[in-house]
């Protein structure tokens, strides 16, 4: 049953709708995994926007970090997402790319040993153009290198664009 599928793209380009409906179409009842840092109030409240909009065929997990702490066996697996997964990283690596590249490689290649199908929403946010943020430029270094190591590992890799999802691998 172990499946990798990697769905990338822009902003509002469709990629967590595109992983829901997949999921979906995959399983009674799918996982949510939401990898993100609670920032304020508004973040909060997109958040349970977001779960109520699910509805309860989903199984909603809230985890920043450690991914593999939780027992995903023989689930159909939503990871939304690897931008605000590494962001949570990087800030704990006091924004040097190398070892906070290094801790997301070692918890995917855990997390990537259960028997389940994950499905990586992640952007692709280097293709603006080169930032004259040294703090962007860095983060962006991170994104694209952990979304290259997780697409080889992926059996199916998508790419959204203005909500068509464009196989690439």
Known sequence: MKRIIFITGGQRSGKTSYAEQLALSLAEHPVYLATAHVW??????RIVRH???RGPRWVNVEEERVLSRHDFNGRVVVV???TLWCTNFFFDSNSEVEPALQALKAEFDRLITQDATFLFVSNEIGLGGVSEN???RRFTDL???????VARSADEVYLMVSGIPVRIK
């Open 143 to 149: 994104l694209g290198w952990i979304n290259q190591y």
């Open 134 to 136: 040294q703090l962007q």
């Open 80 to 82: 939304d997402c690897l």
């Open 40 to 45: 304020d109030e508004e973040f909060r409240q």
């Open 51 to 53: 779960q109520q909009n």
